[in-house]
């Protein structure tokens, strides 16, 4: 930031210290006043936005200060302060309904709201604050009931946290560690910042220290189980889970993440029967009865999926998720009620951005069968603009780590290296980009009987993690420049590594899919580790590939699918990058079209079995009779058979994607299909 820029900063900064002394002296008019001269420059602060509300509040000016809390949630989102100003407010206009849910959703966001907890009890009966339907991240971790207790330091650590302000939240603790190095709460809080900020292996690492010396702490076990599971390390956070619910098999928070693990690792029915039994328990809950729908969904069972889903909008009307979950089975057909239900919550001052973007993509979807393209393509932009503006991703990064794959693993090092691994043949990868027909060719592979559709397996993506930490630790050359030196041992290593990791997710078969589509940036590494292991690179059509992927809401990563300009620029990163992987690994790659495995099934699928070692069955030809879990967003799909009318389906949003066409340029238009051979 240039100077130019740092001293409005500072000069704000200055401004919010001093109004918040006024606030404290009462002098309301005073601060209006202010506030409402900084807005001009400032329109978007959220300081000052909720300074501006609190004191036309205490002016007695209530409807301005709802209005000014309408315009901070457009603004800066939902934070837990702006729900608890709006129960003011409701309380002091008498609307004790509305105070009460504003209330509970201000704690559910930041439960060290004391003043929203003295409201709540003096406005609730006997039992009523617990019996409102839970919401937010600070309802789910589980922390609510030992805030309380904290030291005021920690207590206000957390404070700033739950508003999202973990700047200040990660000094004051690291302040308080200094004095108390293994107290767990803190060490909690700073493992959590860590998670917020996406340093998973640094959480992990704090985790595992502080249950060292507080083995008994229920909450940090829950805490590491949660960033196992946010690694995708299901098998070892089911396991922590399973320690947890043998001391208190009656904590539904534990069991509906044991459940959770258990889906993702395959075990489907035990999960349903877990997530049926939480139903059961509290059959009011609308996330249970989504959670009985999604488990169902993967199972195949789409009637008793819809079934859940519209159930948990009939006890939370208005739930983006489950309007979303409804729309990703690609089959659904929303009915003209339900389109109504969703414009009427997307356009309501109060909805928050949580709901809102799965919103718009449920209605974009609904609008796109209807043939409402512009419409359609309105709701999906709009979405989209959401959710970029609350991920943090930065294309180039994607870029430059492409760039150094291709300069640091060459041609001349992967033949040097050729067979210095694991010389197993068990795994299959199938990488590209998200939407490309990955999840057809899997479950193509998968009926077959010598094959196991597995999942998307961050295994390898965790394995490039710990190189690089290791790098960092030692001072060492960093990833992938490493992979020059490391030796064939060492090598081999790695591979037998990757398959003990990998065998929780097996149940026998001589071969396995692992279907995690960013592994196309380390094939290098894959095939210096496992050097017979088949690599298939899933593609289709460029602006198809793309749209597909700007109409699709992810339940977590794939961050550059959410503006066309990133969607093109990654889209170039990985063309260019599988171009080097060709050159470099010329017997170790299949591509496969999209189009042509349409256009000829059993050719592409004969071409498939052969390049992969595997007898020809026609079982794989009727994929879509096979009955295993899917967990993608084509589970239905994939269900079903193969029709041409689905490849030129994007042209009906041609005209708005000038912005993709444009950045794409020549990689527009698709090129032929490569064809690879088995490598010897």
Known sequence: MSSGEARPASRIEAALRQLRVQIEGQAYAEVLDATTSLLEEFPENRDLLYLTALAQRRLGRVADALRTLERLQRAGGPFGRLYQERGHCYRQVGDMPSARAAYHRALSLNPTLQASRRALSALCGPGEEQDLPAQGPAAADGRSSVLEHLPRPLLGAYDHYYEGDLTTAARIVRDYLVARSQDAEALRLQASIATRLGALENAQDILERALEHSPNHRGLRADYAAVLMQQHDFERARLELCSLLHTDSSDRSTRARHAFACLSLGRAEEALQGYQALAREEPERADWSHAVGYAQQVLGRAAAAVDQYRRALQQRPGWGEAYWSLA?????????????????????????????????????????????????????????????????????????????????????????????????????????????????????????????????????TRMTNRLALRC?????????????????????????????????????????????????????????????????????????????????LFAAGHEFTYALSDLARYYRAYVELMEHWGRALPRSILRVDHEHLVEDLEGTVRRLLEFCGLSFEEACIHFHETRRPVHTASSEQVRRPLFRDGLDHWRHFRPWLGELESMLGEQAEPSSSAVGSAPH
């Open 472 to 552: 960092a630790e030692t001072g060492a050359t960093g990833y992938p420049q490493l992979l020059e030196s490391v030796s064939p041992a060492a090598l081999r290593l790695l591979g037998e590594t990757y398959l003990a990791e990998t065998r929780p997710y097996r149940r026998g078969k001589a071969r396995f899919i692992d279907k995690m589509p960013g592994n196309f940036r380390h094939l290098g590494l894959i095939h210096l580790i496992l050097p017979n292991a088949r690599i298939i690179d899933a593609r289709r059509a460029p602006l198809a590939c793309c749209t597909s992927n700007y109409k699709q």
């Open 328 to 460: 990703n089975l690609k089959t659904y057909r929303f009915e003209e009620p339900e389109i109504e239900a969703m414009q009427r919550a997307l356009e309501a001052p109060d909805t928050a951005p949580a709901d809102a973007i799965p919103l718009c993509f449920a209605l974009g979807k609904a609008l796109e069968d209807l043939e409402h393209y512009e419409s359609s393509f309105r709701c999906y932009a709009r979405g989209n603009a959401m959710k970029r503006g609350i991920v943090s991703f930065d294309v180039a990064d994607i870029e430059r780590e492409t760039a150094l794959q291709r300069s640091a693993v060459t041609v001349d090092l992967m033949s040097a290296r050729a067979r210095s691994g694991c010389l197993d043949e068990a795994p299959i990868f199938i990488v590209g980009m998200p939407r490309s027909g990955s999840t057809l060719i899997e479950q193509i592979l998968a009926s077959h009987p010598q094959v196991e559709g597995t999942l998307e397996l961050a295994h390898i």
